[in-house]
């Protein structure tokens, strides 16, 4: 009974275009949307009132609105069927400045418009340098059927900034009206009313999308164009407009002469103009007006709803704001401010608090507005500070309803409002019942943190690097993630003043030359000036020009401009840059018809260090330009089938591996993961995010092998189904929600970017939307998408006034859903969880973070970040599961581990949604759309019984235990006999005995000094020489690891640099390595292990090699230190004694690396033996 009426209380006629085409009723936008929907409505709004216009959209795509141009391009259809023209500007002021043309069609004959509304984009640095255009153009001003709206991403908090902006200065400074929504349910209105006031008054209007709103989404209700049609607003009647000219763009006023005029207008008429608009249409609002009130609050922007809740934690209702005499203003156009509402809504008062983020802006606006009213009439203001009682309400970053809870409580307590036992003050959480206890966020160096780093295959991975000695210059784009990566790289600048800081500081330091990275879409926008001003100023500069062919940064899109290698390398040439390289991953490309002008070179990327040494010992720009596709457009194209996805996969011999680390050195990609072995970490290749890049290879180790035409295994799809359609036939319900979050659920979900967390919080809000609830999501992204960490705020209200703010306030969420433990565990996550009442899902599985990459030793815990969570949530249910592991089993690839667990805290009651909801949002949102249903129902059952997954892999789950010194000796043993012999196995297993009898006699029982004899010793027994490589290719389980991971039969290549075939690099010690194919490699690889008879003879042909000599030198070094153990073991030098024995695992790797790794140990061994042998026993 329960589905059929959840049945037909679904939206089931909702389609994902409504959003822009349904004309009235129920909509889910997030801000984005909202503004493609405001150029569609006043496209309609103009038809129906039987306008002739067109629209154009221009500006250029940075965080906040990194994605808008994207959804332009989605919607290209739609706005052609509107008139609306998208043409990006290779930079911001050239984007205005095509709007600016655009209201002047009236200068012209032959227009085929009455007008152009425009729309201009850009996020807040694009705003300062556009600041020249927005002043002109202003000045010039707007047609009477045009109008323009420039929108604004302000970053308030810096999210994906390099600094936080605020760009209400320069509007101001630009004499631009400026409109700052609170929510993203004000954008159309708010837009409608920006492009009316901009035609009236002829003004530019400037529109604040702050990140907390445009990167928002909301379930609400639209009205359609009729709404906002021109009879909907009134025109101001205490204005007359100039017989003849309007307010508007004059053709006939003519520069330079009428200068003074142009500019008198601008003053004295059209900011007059405005203001009387805004007054007539009115989007400041008095929402509480008590008579006789004693204090008001004065709400700008998105602290609107941040002093809402701020209200609702102190339990102030609009009825006990009246009873108390406390107004509520609500302000929408923040500049210039309309003074009249206000002078109105204060009079009488004694005081007022305006809550703004940044700087004062509108507080000195009221101030200046308030000065010569009576002073009877004229109340305090408060705001940035309490007067003389101090500061009250931060100027940096951005701010939450806690604080401003904090600042009300102070603000009323110095005008002596008492907030009586009607209005008690309470926290969040405690009116859910919860309790409160004060959390320190663990900042053990174990808890992980999850930063941004360049994608698997990243070309960055490789063209940021720099030979010893040098320094490199970073400017704006993926590649900045290079900075302070190593030292090397340590500045940074605006976008397209890359390289011109070098000319500043050049001449006052000893460096002689400086590398730049340039991104192409940076060279496009405005870095090809900077390559132009150094070579004015004849500075030593290598400009690395970064040809990544899409803007990775902001999602993929192209640069602007059809930008290719060949024009940038014409183009620089042509300036007067007299050595310019092309370095690619394919120079064969450059071949035949694409052939670069002649003096122009063409070399492979695995040269570059080399041609960087010849390069920085050059006089004068030189530039290198790097072309290699980035790696997750490469994805995408192979997943549209645009490009072809290579047959070759690298994957790791884990029994070759000795985990040194050196390929996550050579290759810097996040895709080489720790495999956690009895025999200590090895590396593997994560196949489900490599992209191919095979830099991997060039790590000194012959664990490398490709292998050519296997896929990753499959599950068995018809046993998985069977076992499927059998639990869809019993599972039972899910449990009932908690009454508390069926009126009101705050869900936080945590993850890693680009792995579809934020998709999460879509079809949740969606599902919501299509049971007529209220839902609201904001995603705090920054560069999660470059393996960040990525946290989304969803809220599920019962109805849609429910939702006051789209963020999750400090310690107010229900549920904290963990996709990502790491992210999980987190400050930012963690703030978000009440003691006693948030219940947490986490997927357990630790994913390697960027810091692996640099530290191949990095403790990796998942105690030690359930144990953060579980103290977090402080005795609340918290659920840990292995999601990844489930996904791999189910579906090959973790990736559906996301949707497995919005199914998994779906059936233990925390998703107050239906079943039948959130299936439709799965099909409205279109993506994998039967893995993620299915990935939600097995999330599902997995929540009810945990064992049905070994029922699927067929094996049990194992749980790890104490090491079983025993049995691991035992296995060494039967591993040394076939290493050598019989003998071999026996001298290990007699050292390892008397070890574990002394350590018996001292402690009791053998413990880590066993592990520790028992590991090591092994280690240097077992050293990997050329016989031991052999035998662990050919003995079979090699082949068996394949057969698990993979399906079909391939072709395997071996990459390896036989000592008698290759010879050592002068500059590395290296010997290069070469391919070789198995299909002859291996019977010779058979034969090779059975010369393990020569190891360590005077026959044997490798024995006089470096490492080799270093390898029997350490076994003879072990077994003097296992002698010194003996000798000294006693309570007082167990310590010591275990640390002597740990040194050889600190030394891995082969050749080179093996030989630096050794000599990095001899200090730390003589240490601990020093420190034995001076023991008094």
Known sequence: MRAVEVERQLDMEYRLEDRYRRENGAVFLTGTQALVRILLEQARSDRAAGINTGGLVSGYRGS???????????QKKLLAEHAIRFEPGLNEDLGATMLWGAQQVDAFPGKRVEGVFSMWYGKGPGVDRTGDVFRNANILGTSRHGGVLAVAGDDHAAQSSMFPHQTDHVFEGAMMPILFPASVEEYVEFGLTGYAMSRFSGLWVAFKAITETVESGRSMTVHGHRAYSASRFRLPSDIQAPAGRGFN????????????????????????????????????????????????IVTVGKAHGDVLTALDTLGLSPTELTRLGIGIYKIGMIWPLEAEGLRAFARGMQALIVVEEKRSFVERQIKDALFN??????????????????????????????????ALKRFFAHTQVELTPAAPVVAPVQRGGARVIPLAISKDAELLTRKPFFCAGCPHNSSTRLPDGSYAAAGIGCHIMALGEAGDTATFCQMGGEGVQWIGMSSFMDIPHMFVNLGDGTYQHSGSLAIRQSIAAKSNVTYKILFNDAVAMTGGQPAEGSLTVRRVVEQVVAEGVAKVVVVTDEPEKYEGQSRLPANVEV?????????????????????????????????????????????????INPAVCEGCGDCSTQSNCIAIEPLETELGRKRAINQSSCNKDTSCIKGFCPSFVTVEGLQPKRPDDKRIGAIEAEWRERLPAPAPVPEAMQRHASIVVTGIGGSGVVTIGAILAMAAHLEGKGASTLDFTGLAQKNGAVISHVQIASSRSGILTSRIGSHAAHVLLGCDAVVAASAGALSRVASGVTRAVVNERITPTSDFVRDGDLPVSQAIHQAAIESATGGAPAFFWDGSGAAETLFGDAI??????????????????????????????????????????????????????????????????????????????????????????????????????????????AGALTEAVARNYFKVLAYKDEYEVARLHTDGSFRSFLSDAFDGAGKKTYYMAPPLLTRR???TGRRKKIALRAAWL???????????????????????????????????????????????????????????????????????????NYEDSRPVRQLYRAMLQSTDR
């Not at 000599?1109 to 030098?1133: G, N, W, Y």
Request: charged share 30%; with cysteine; proline share 6%.
């Open 64 to 74: 906040p609105l990194g994605g808008f141009d994207q959804e332009l391009w989605r």
């Open 249 to 296: 763009y004059d053709p006939n006023l003519r520069w330079p002469a009428e200068r003074s005029e142009l500019e008198r207008r601008v003053l004295d008429e059209r900011l007059p103009a405005a203001l009387a608009f805004f007054r007539a249409n009115p989007l400041d609002r008095a929402l509480v007006r008590p008579q006789g009130a004693r204090v008001g």
């Open 373 to 406: 009213v009576r002073a009877d009439d004229r109340p305090a203001v408060f705001g940035k500070d309490l007067g003389e009682a101090g500061p009250l309400l931060p100027a940096a970053m951005e701010f939450a309803p806690e604080q401003i809870v904090a």
């Open 603 to 651: 070399q492979h990327r695995d040269a570059l260090d080399a041609l960087q040494r010849t390069l920085r010992a050059a006089k004068g720009v030189s530039v290198i330009v790097y072309d290699q596709t980035c790696a997750a457009e490469k994805r995408r194209r192979r997943k549209r089938g645009t490009l072809i996805d290579p047959p070759k996969r690298v994957v």
């Open 896 to 1005: 559906a581990s996301n949707m497995m667990m919005v199914g998994y805290a779906y059936q233990l009651g925390l998703i107050p949604l239906s079943e039948d909801a959130i299936g439709r949002a799965i099909e409205l949102n279109g993506t994998a759309v039967e893995m993620n249903a299915r990935a939600f129902f097995w999330g599902r059952v997995l929540a009810h019984d945990a064992r049905v997954i070994e029922q699927v892999s067929g094996t049990p789950t194992r749980e790890s235990g104490p090491f079983e010194w025993e049995r691991f000796v035992a296995d060494r043993v039967r591993d040394l006999e076939r290493y050598q012999n019989t003998a071999y196995g026996r001298r290990y297993q007699a050292r390892v005995d008397s070890v574990q009898q002394a350590e018996r006699r001292v402690t009791g029982a």
């Open 1065 to 1067: 690099d002068s500059q």
């Open 1082 to 1156: 291996d019977p010779l690889l058979r034969m090779i292990k059975y010369g393990k008879v020569l190891r360590g003879t005077p026959l044997d042909p490798f024995g006089r090699q470096l490492d080799r000599v270093i390898e029997r030198k350490m076994i003879v070094e072990f077994e003097e230190d296992i002698s010194l153990v003996l000798q000294s073991l006693a309570p007082r030098t167990l310590e010591t004694a275990i640390e002597l024995l740990r040194v050889p695992s600190s030394i891995r790797g082969f050749g080179v690396i093996k030989e630096r």
